[in-house]
Antibody, heavy 122, light 108 residues
Framework: QITLKESGPTLVKPTQTLTLTCTFS??????????VGWIRQPPGKALEWLAL???????RYSPSLKSRLTITKDTSKNQVVLTMTNMDPVDTATYYC??????????????WGQGTLVTVSS | DIQMTQSPSSVSASVGDRVTITCRAS??????LAWYQQKPGKAPKLLIY???SLQSGVPSRFSGSGSGTDFTLTISSLQPEDFATYYC??????????FGQGTRLEIK
């Protein structure tokens, strides 16, 4: 079955760079029609899509955060890495990675990791 | 940027009630829309994709409709486990995967 798990620091200081890793199993990111995305959720607030990488290495970013984000994949390790630069306290949130199915019906996040809470504070 | 606006922001209902949540896109997205359910402290769960297709394992009391800019999620007969927050998400491959602001479904 498909599983995903996020890992990374729980606490970062303002201006630092956050690096999160999504380690997954049950699928290959070299398979056509597959992607992995990152979504975050500040405490008590709504979901916010951040970035997405497709099986063919095509990458998409949230327009409002594009300058701060980089998404990469390591197919051999079954991992996707998200980096976010210049962290600020408003970036405090639970960060989720999710498996995306891509096809004629669009892009849908059908399997999610448990999420990891990242706090930005000095 | 595309905006997804849900209404209402919150709704109170009783077990057995029929509930409808709406989602409006700021531009036409055909049928490229998903609905997710999220319970406190848990990751979201995909309920509906392509506006009206039920994800495997999701109870048939959930249904979706709409196309273009206006969409609805309907729960035909609320069950205790349905009290949660619901999000729509635009799913067009060429646009940002924007989520709505969420609708909290509470017990009356």
């Amino acid at each position: 079955q498909i599983t995903l798990k996020e890992s990374g620091p729980t606490l970062v200081k303002p201006t630092q760079t956050l690096t999160l890793t999504c380690t997954f199993s049950g699928f290959s990111l070299s398979t056509s029609g597959v992607g992995v995305g990152w979504i975050r959720q500040p405490p008590g607030k709504a979901l916010e899509w951040l970035a997405l990488i497709y099986w063919d290495d095509d990458k998409r970013y949230s327009p409002s955060l594009k300058s701060r984000l980089t998404i990469t994949k390591d197919t051999s390790k079954n991992q996707v890495v998200l980096t976010m630069t210049n962290m600020d306290p408003v970036d405090t949130a639970t960060y989720y990675c999710a498996h995306m199915s891509y096809g004629d019906y669009g892009d849908y996040f059908d399997y999610w990791g448990q999420g990891t809470l990242v706090t930005v504070s000095s | 940027d595309i905006q997804m606006t849900q209404s209402p922001s919150s709704v109170s209902a009783s077990v057995g009630d029929r509930v409808t949540i709406t989602c409006r896109a700021s531009q036409g997205i055909s049928s490229w829309l998903a609905w997710y359910q999220q319970k406190p402290g848990k990751a979201p769960k995909l309920l509906i994709y392509a506006a009206s297709s039920l994800q495997s394992g999701v109870p048939s009391r959930f249904s979706g409709s709409g196309s273009g800019t206006d969409f609805t999620l309907t729960i035909s007969s609320l069950q205790p486990e349905d009290f949660a927050t619901y999000y729509c998400q635009q799913a067009n491959s060429f646009l940002p995967k924007t989520f709505g602001q969420g609708t909290r479904l509470e017990i009356k």
